[in-house]
């Protein structure tokens, strides 16, 4: 019964990626004088179906809850989140997934080349244990875990150089957090994220298929751990980064100072997907305090622009004021 349900779904998936491309995509491309991106083209269409997916997924179920469960009362305030939106919709629907294909393609293409010349070994997890590490879901869970680490290591590091920080400060500097808020970043700083993990994954040797869903997985947790909502796990908060937990890490003086000393780069709860990370390496905090979020002294315009200007100055000065 759950087997053909979802040889249904699949099924009826691959229909409307097939009918959306054939109608829609194939079209302009010819127009354009395009069609040698036709089979790219295709295949970039999950980035955009999977992101409407999640983003329909934000509107009616995360952010009711946050409607029933809010961890703080935040009322009319679209104005403060309505750059978050268009945030979201920049990489969600496979536009921000898509320059960078564009752009770094090639480079990613030299990178494998020289891996295969010095026959480096990828870790290659299917081939661990084949008869359970070769099941899909199996190595789909390891390669989770591994880039999760990554993630967490990233993730501290930009919290440990004072430019790299006035980038990511972007991401920290929303006082009003939502299931939007995710993907409030600085361009510069998703570019290298993204030169970061898509190395790994392909140092790994995790598969394209099993690329796009990593990252969209990952992406609708964090969607989930952005939101304003107030909910305790119990003793599932060791196994999955909660909102409260996360809320932390974007508390004025908790997520973003050492402990203690107010203006000194430090934090919290850096952990993407796990808290496993922190409580290893003793950066877990773990409250059922609600504290206001935002970052000590720093105010940033509402504007899209303004606010990428903004950061990409503070970066720049820290940065050549040091040399």
Known sequence: MESTLLTNIADAYASLQEYLFANLVAPVLYQLDLMAWAEDAFDGMDWFLFGCIQIFLIMVIFRTWEKLAPAESQGPTIKAYKADIFYTL???????????????????????SVLHDFRFARLNVESWYPSIT??????????????????YLYHRASHVFNWWWQLHALHHSQT???????????????????????????????????????????????SWQHANIKVDLGIFKYVLVSPMF??????????????????????????????WWDMLLNTAIFSKEVHPTGVRNLSLSHHIMLQQWQSFKHAARELFSRH
Not at 90 to 112: P, V, Y
Not at 202 to 215: A, D, K
Not at 254 to 271: D, R, S
Request: aromatic content about 16%; proline content about 3%; charged content about 10%.
């Open 90 to 112: 920049f990489h969600r629907l496979g536009i921000f997934h898509g320059l960078i294909f564009i752009a770094l393609s090639g480079f990613f293409f030299e990178i494998d």
């Open 134 to 151: 070769s099941i899909p879901l199996i190595s789909f869970c390891i390669y989770f875990v591994l880039l999760d680490f990554v993630e």
């Open 176 to 222: 009003v957090m939502t299931a939007w808020s995710d993907d409030r970043n600085h361009i510069l700083d998703d570019i290298m994220h993204a030169l970061v993990f898509s190395f790994f994954a392909l140092l790994f040797g995790v598969s394209p298929s099993q690329f796009i869903l990593l990252v969209v997985l990952s992406q609708l947790i964090q």
């Open 246 to 275: 996360h809320r932390l890490h974007h508390a004025v003086g908790y997520g973003h100072e050492a402990k203690g000393k107010p203006g000194v780069l430090g934090g919290c709860n850096f952990g993407v997907l796990f808290p």
